[in-house]
């Protein structure tokens, strides 16, 4: 008896650790939640003051407190730490506020977050301020972006569509009232498509005009025809709908000016248009002239999509430009159209200059990042803003399948809009294979 009970405490011993190892890969938030939350959360508690001490994240205590220390306390008076306001695990890490004392800012902790990670044994630490005087120290626990799952929480609200998922595990969220203009640059393979993907998959469901400029003869946006508004597939479609779009901006502002507000989302509901998401494949193609002849077009396009990118925020039309590259080579005017686009989201790029053409004027210190995106990891990508702040996100795997079946399953949401009405693509119906007949046959007879 007493061999079979030892033999069964090592099978469950050896099934457990073969559990989770098993867990470790394959499901690496169970193994954080039951091993390495515990873990790291006891070593951070244990290890707090010193890890601050010699990462050089402390500072001399006030007079009164050091007198107080020495007085009254009858102790030693030793550099302070940051104070631990909140510990809270979650899934995938750890999140920690700290208080900063006098002498302190967010950039000191930042700087040593490299040599926090290795002290507290977590995949990464980013530092996020909250509040004057306070800093969100973000751990986490494992790689999230080598196999991207968005919560089940995050859904499409608004004009807010979740996309891609942060390297500290939040959520990275396409907000256009608060961004309303955005650029996409990323190299073949690198992921840039799986982004529009799942960004027209989010936009489908909501009350939104979606308008497509795809000028590689529709071969990407034709297939989410149901769901467009408008669709350009060549160059002079293309500046006939940004005409169109042009004068239905002017429109929108002779309504705000009837009403007496400065924008749409101070109108009535009754009155107020629908927005529009203006979604642009391939920016160069816009660019590109092969001739003389279509310097004008070129010009004229250039003009109207610069005219839409100024004004355009304050009516609801909002831009979604990308492409591979985008530079003063494209021509005059492509310099003054990029500066417009705030929000900016780079993939794997071929040389430098294209990162920097995403990121350097919105987040320098980003750049370097978008040079060290793998090739083996499609999806990746830097998104920065004008705030000089800039994050890691990955898209999770968006098959054109999916994004097709968004668009055939909203096709009711397409709103009425005359002006783009001459636009609007041609939508055959679905071909359904032939089912088995219902006729039972019968032989022919003599």
């Given at each position: 008896?007493?061999?079979?009970?030892?033999?069964?405490?090592?099978t469950?011993?050896?099934?457990?650790?073969?559990?989770?190892?098993y867990?470790?890969?394959?499901?690496?938030?169970?193994?954080?939640?039951?091993?390495?939350?515990?873990?790291?959360?006891?070593?951070?508690?244990?290890?707090?003051?010193?890890?601050?001490?010699?990462?050089?994240?402390?500072?001399?205590?006030?007079?009164?407190?050091?007198?107080?220390?020495?007085?009254?306390?009858?102790?030693?008076?030793?550099p302070?730490?940051?104070?631990?306001?909140?510990?809270r695990?979650?899934?995938?890490?750890?999140?920690?506020?700290?208080?900063?004392?006098a002498?302190?800012?967010?950039?000191?902790?930042?700087?040593?977050?490299?040599?926090?990670?290795?002290?507290?044994?977590?995949?990464?630490?980013?530092?996020?301020?909250?509040?004057?005087?306070?800093v969100?120290?973000?751990?986490?626990?494992?790689?999230?972006?080598?196999?991207?799952?968005?919560?089940?929480?995050?859904?499409?609200?608004?004009?807010?569509?979740?996309?891609?998922?942060?390297?500290?595990?939040?959520?990275?969220?396409?907000?256009?009232?608060?961004?309303?203009?955005?650029?996409?640059?990323?190299?073949?393979?690198?992921?840039?498509?799986?982004?529009?993907r799942?960004?027209?998959?989010?936009?489908?469901?909501?009350?939104?005009?979606?308008?497509?400029?795809?000028?590689?003869?529709?071969?990407?946006?034709?297939?989410?025809?149901?769901r467009?508004?408008?669709?350009?597939?060549?160059?002079?479609?293309?500046?006939?709908?940004?005409?169109?779009?042009?004068?239905?901006?002017?429109?929108?502002?002779?309504?705000?000016?009837?009403?007496?507000?400065?924008?749409?989302?101070?109108?009535?509901?009754?009155?107020?248009?629908?927005?529009?998401?203006?979604?642009?494949?391939?920016?160069?193609?816009?660019?590109?002239?092969?001739?003389?002849?279509?310097?004008?077009?070129?010009?004229?396009?250039?003009?109207?999509?610069?005219?839409?990118?100024?004004?355009?925020?304050?009516?609801?039309?909002?831009?979604?430009?990308?492409?591979?590259?985008?530079?003063?080579?494209?021509?005059?005017?492509?310099?003054?159209?990029?500066?417009?686009?705030?929000?900016?989201?780079?993939?794997?790029v071929?040389?430098?200059?294209?990162a920097?053409?995403?990121?350097?004027?919105?987040a320098?210190?980003?750049?370097?990042?978008?040079?060290?995106?793998?090739?083996?990891?499609?999806g990746?990508?830097?998104?920065?803003?004008?705030?000089?702040?800039?994050?890691?996100?990955?898209?999770?795997?968006?098959?054109?399948?999916?994004?097709?079946?968004?668009?055939?399953?909203?096709?009711?949401?397409?709103?009425?809009?005359?002006?783009?009405?001459?636009?609007?693509?041609?939508?055959?119906?679905p071909?359904?294979?032939?089912?088995?007949?219902l006729?039972?046959?019968?032989?022919?007879?003599?």
């Open positions: 008896m007493t061999d079979a009970t030892v033999w069964l405490e090592a469950g011993a050896l099934a457990g650790a073969g559990g989770l190892g867990a470790k890969v394959r499901a690496p938030r169970v193994y954080w939640s039951l091993v390495g939350l515990p873990v790291t959360w006891a070593r951070f508690t244990w290890s707090y003051r010193s890890t601050m001490d010699v990462c050089g994240l402390t500072v001399q205590p006030s007079g009164f407190r050091a007198f107080v220390t020495r007085n009254v306390a009858r102790r030693e008076v030793l302070v730490p940051p104070k631990v306001r909140r510990v695990g979650t899934s995938t890490g750890l999140r920690v506020t700290l208080r900063l004392p002498g302190l800012e967010p950039a000191d902790i930042a700087a040593a977050s490299e040599r926090l990670r290795h002290a507290w044994g977590v995949h990464a630490v980013t530092v996020a301020e909250t509040k004057p005087g306070f969100e120290l973000r751990m986490t626990g494992y790689d999230v972006l080598n196999r991207v799952r968005l919560p089940r929480s995050a859904r499409a609200d608004g004009l807010v569509v979740p996309v891609a998922l942060r390297d500290d595990g939040t959520v990275f969220a396409r907000d256009y009232r608060a961004v309303p203009h955005a650029l996409t640059l990323g190299a073949n393979q690198s992921g840039k498509s799986v982004y529009q799942s960004l027209i998959k989010g936009l489908a469901s909501l009350p939104v005009a979606l308008v497509g400029i795809d000028c590689k003869r529709g071969v990407e946006q034709t297939a989410y025809g149901p467009l508004s408008a669709l350009a597939t060549t160059p002079d479609q293309a500046s006939a709908l940004v005409d169109a779009l042009v004068g239905e901006m002017g429109d929108r502002f002779d309504l705000l000016a009837r009403h007496g507000v400065s924008d749409l989302w101070e109108l009535p509901e009754k009155v107020r248009p629908v927005p529009v998401v203006v979604l642009v494949d391939e920016i160069a193609e816009l660019f590109l002239i092969a001739s003389k002849k279509d310097e004008e077009r070129r010009e004229r396009l250039v003009t109207a999509l610069i005219r839409l990118a100024q004004m355009s925020r304050a009516v609801g039309l909002y831009l979604e430009v990308c492409g591979q590259r985008f530079g003063s080579e494209l021509g005059r005017g492509a310099t003054m159209l990029r500066a417009q686009l705030t929000g900016r989201v780079v993939h794997r071929n040389d430098k200059q294209t920097e053409m995403g990121l350097a004027d919105v320098p210190d980003a750049v370097p990042a978008a040079g060290l995106i793998r090739a083996d990891r499609p990746t990508a830097v998104a920065g803003d004008s705030s000089g702040g800039w994050s890691r996100i990955r898209t999770p795997h968006v098959s054109r399948s999916e994004a097709v079946a968004a668009c055939r399953q909203y096709t009711h949401l397409v709103p009425s809009l005359p002006a783009l009405a001459p636009f609007r693509p041609d939508v055959p119906d071909v359904t294979a032939p089912g088995p007949s006729v039972k046959p019968r032989p022919v007879t003599e």
